[in-house]
């Protein structure tokens, strides 16, 4: 059904066993309510059968381990109400217009204001990584009435994906809110297929780690080469992705999570900087992941380097970019963008063969 661009969403308000507990997990989305709906293949008295273990089905397999742990539901609901709203916030974001509502589309307004003021992104954008604040506030000042509907809000934290509004157009928003994680990635990997079987555009909002993680352990090994494949199947889901993408580098740019995040190798439609960003294969002050040992004035050389050529204006300077844009402006900046993108689909599905004009 998903390859005939059918939707699947399944709210869990009981019991999935066996059999039934892949139909959610097949799903698109899933909602499950804490308490009364559980997810399991064997339930608590098979579990005692075969391992003498007692536990109860919440413990097994309940909507916190699967909203959290496992990443395999989406929304966790307190209540059914609450399920029933999410279902209804789900089918918002499905991206189907009627025919009426296209020829109406051109009276839509451009959106409501977001209820925080614009002017409050100045002192938003973050100096260093260091000292990032949540992404979530950021994002209040971008959207259409400051409304974000969030996709698996429990798993993968460092990593916020969602849909909203901006200037009335509808958008997933993948932005960064601290280290690029296995669960994280995954979780990226999954709304930004979502956002391709919807036709929704892609944001994303670039703070990636200063640099990469150290190998000091068997454990962290086995952690970073996990994070790695992860990130692997986000950069794959993004370069495979063919709805237009936006990128706007709200604080560091940096190594591989950058590819992940649609940075200038994967080719976005717009591609903008905040003045206080940072590009480049690793943040100024971290040349040592660079270099061998006791190489200390090439690093001191190399984080001069680093520190004068990451500039954003270094880099728009060069046209690597579509430019600087203020982070008061960035809400316009981004309305426009998706206008430009919307006339370029609408002239490319009215395009038709254009014979020569054959002057007697």
């Given at each position: 059904m998903s390859a005939m661009k059918i939707p699947q969403v399944a709210v869990v308000c009981g019991s999935c066993t066996a059999g039934g507990?892949?139909?959610p997990t097949m799903a698109e989305e899933?909602?499950?309510v804490h308490r009364i709906g559980t997810?399991?293949?064997?339930?608590?008295?098979l579990v005692k059968a075969a391992t003498g273990e007692e536990v109860t089905p919440e413990e097994l397999g309940g909507a916190r381990l699967h909203a959290e742990v496992s990443g395999c539901v989406d929304h966790f609901a307190w209540e059914e109400k609450e399920a029933f709203d999410y279902t209804r916030n789900i089918i918002s974001t499905l991206n189907f217009q009627l025919p009426e509502e296209e020829e109406e589309g051109v009276k839509k307004d451009a959106g409501e204001e977001p209820l925080f003021s614009s002017e409050e992104l100045l002192g938003l954008a973050p100096q260093s990584y260091g000292h990032?604040?949540?992404?979530?506030?950021?994002?209040?000042?971008?959207?259409?009435?400051?409304?974000?509907?969030?996709?698996?809000?429990?798993?993968?934290?460092?990593?916020?994906?969602?849909?909203?509004?901006i200037s009335g157009h509808l958008v997933g928003i993948v932005a960064n809110n601290g280290v690029l994680s296995c669960d994280a990635a995954l979780k990226g990997s999954h709304f930004v297929q979502l956002c391709d079987q919807r036709d929704v555009p892609?944001?994303?909002?670039?703070?990636?780690?200063?640099?990469?993680?150290?190998?000091?352990?068997?454990?962290q090994a086995e952690a970073n080469s996990n994070r790695l494949k992860a990130?692997?199947?986000?950069?794959?889901?993004?370069?495979?992705?063919?709805?237009?993408?936006?990128?706007?580098v709200i604080g560091g740019c940096h190594g591989a999570d950058s590819y992940a995040m649609c940075g200038r190798a994967f080719d976005p439609n717009f591609l903008f900087l905040w003045p206080n960003a940072r590009v480049s294969l690793t943040a100024p002050g971290h040349a040592a992941s660079l270099l061998p040992p006791d190489e200390e004035q090439q690093e001191e050389n190399l984080n001069e380097r680093?520190?004068?050529?990451?500039?954003?204006?270094?880099?728009?300077?060069?046209?690597?970019?579509?430019?600087?844009?203020?982070?008061?402006?960035?809400?316009?900046?981004?309305?426009?963008?998706?206008?430009?993108?919307?006339?370029?689909?609408?002239?490319?599905?009215?395009?038709?063969?254009?014979p020569v004009v054959l002057r007697v």
């Open positions: 507990a892949y139909i899933a909602v499950m997810i399991f293949l064997g339930g608590p008295p990032s604040l949540d992404v979530k506030m950021i994002i209040s000042r971008l959207t259409d009435g400051s409304r974000f509907q969030e996709f698996k809000a429990r798993y993968g934290t460092t990593l916020v994906t969602g849909f909203a509004k892609l944001l994303f909002l670039q703070n990636t780690a200063p640099a990469a993680a150290l190998t000091l352990s068997a454990a990130q692997g199947s986000m950069m794959s889901a993004v370069a495979c992705a063919s709805v237009p993408k936006i990128t706007v680093l520190k004068e050529e990451s500039s954003a204006f270094f880099s728009s300077g060069r046209m690597w970019d579509d430019g600087v844009v203020l982070p008061q402006d960035t809400r316009k900046v981004l309305g426009d963008s998706l206008d430009i993108i919307k006339q370029q689909r609408y002239q490319l599905s009215t395009e038709k063969q254009r």
